[in-house]
Each structure stands twice: as structure tokens, then as C-alpha cells.
């Protein structure tokens, strides 16, 4: 079992920034992710990394949004830069031992989600 939990969220005017954690409890071998889901709408992807560091980003936060990880505190983290109204949802990491699992939205294992409300 691989047990994440996600801070950072909150409440920023648009333009602001944040930046998401994701600590988990097993080893740095997992691929992990972030997802949100906004209120009436279906989950999506935002950004992916692999063990190694590689990543991939929608296509809605590219240029804004930058995922990396530290290995040796087992920590995902989300820079959220240039928010928008759009961007507000609940934010969910994911983790994985695949990354195609990742990338698909099945993972075996997320955390409980942190609140991201973009407005002024």
C-alpha cells in the first residue's frame, strides 16, 4: 500500500501561483502524477513524471504548470504559475509502479485531493 497526501492548495487571485505537494509513503520507484477534477466535470490530467524524471503535461497547462519530484523525501510537487479561473478544482496525486497507469487515470493509488479556487 502507498499511502500520498497532497498540500498547498488554496485560494489564489488569477495570475498568482502555487505550489502543490505530494508526499508519499513508498519508495521513489513510482511514476506519479496530478489530476483535478472541477465541479461537474470529469477528471483530467495535468501532469505526469516518471521515476526518472521524464514528463508530459496537458496540453491546458503547458507553459504554466511544472511537475518535479525530489527522491529522497518521496515528495511530488505541482508549480502552479499564471492561474486561471479554469485552473480551480480539486487536485489529486496519483502513483504508480507503471506510468502508462498514470497517464490512463487508472493508478492503483491516490491521494485524498487539495483545493485550488482561482478567483478575485
Known amino acids: 500500500q502507498v499511502q500520498l497526501v497532497e498540500s498547498g492548495g488554496g485560494l489564489v487571485q488569477p495570475g498568482g501561483s502555487l505550489k502543490l505537494s505530494c508526499v508519499a509513503s513508498?519508495?521513489?520507484?513510482?511514476?506519479m502524477g496530478w489530476y483535478r477534477q472541477a465541479p461537474g466535470k470529469e477528471r483530467e490530467l495535468v501532469a505526469a513524471i516518471t521515476s526518472g524524471g521524464s514528463t508530459d503535461y496537458a496540453d491546458s497547462v503547458k507553459g504554466r504548470f511544472t511537475v518535479s519530484r525530489d527522491n529522497a523525501k518521496n515528495t511530488v510537487y505541482l508549480q502552479m504559475n499564471s492561474l486561471k479561473p479554469e485552473d480551480t478544482a480539486v487536485y489529486y496525486c496519483?502513483?504508480?509502479?507503471?506510468?502508462?497507469?498514470?497517464?490512463?487515470?487508472?493508478?492503483?493509488?491516490w491521494g485524498q485531493g487539495t483545493q485550488v479556487t482561482v478567483s478575485s
Open positions: 496519483n502513483a504508480d509502479r507503471l506510468y502508462g497507469r498514470i497517464l490512463r487515470g487508472n493508478a492503483n493509488y
Open positions: 513508498a519508495s521513489s520507484t513510482y511514476a
